[in-house]
């Protein structure tokens, strides 16, 4: 049986870590990394500078998704206005959009919930 008194705080420290903490100290990684820019070198040999900003587009490429899913979670395009060619743009809010969805379903509850039975899952 899962205990009480552990579930708590190790939920919400997962919870700290996943929305306040990670977000915070990738920001400032690369804001680090921006600040202390230095033309890249190997040896004796330094690249010009269009290979470093190369280097900043593949870094982006792989991060600026986070961004625009947030972006697309967070605001809504309401496209069903007749004749419209731009759509209308709803902000759904926070609370919406970090809320479980119904049909993620509840793996805990299905787990250690009641079993057709009537008992209770052991683990």
Do not use: H
């Amino acid at each position: 049986q899962k205990s009480e008194w552990w579930y708590g705080p190790y939920r919400l420290y997962w919870n700290m870590m996943w929305r306040v903490a990670t977000p915070i100290l990738l920001f400032v990684i690369l804001l680090a990394s921006a600040v202390d820019f230095q033309p890249l070198k190997y040896g004796g040999y330094e690249f010009p500078y269009w290979a470093g900003i190369i280097g900043w587009f593949i870094s982006f490429a792989s991060m600026i998704c986070i961004p625009i899913v947030f972006c697309l979670t967070v605001f809504e395009l309401d496209w069903s206005a007749e004749g419209a060619r731009v759509p209308r743009i709803r902000f759904k809010g926070f609370q919406e959009t970090l809320r479980p969805q119904e049909s993620w379903g509840n793996p805990e509850r299905e787990f250690y919930g009641n079993c057709a039975d009537g008992t209770t899952a052991q683990v």
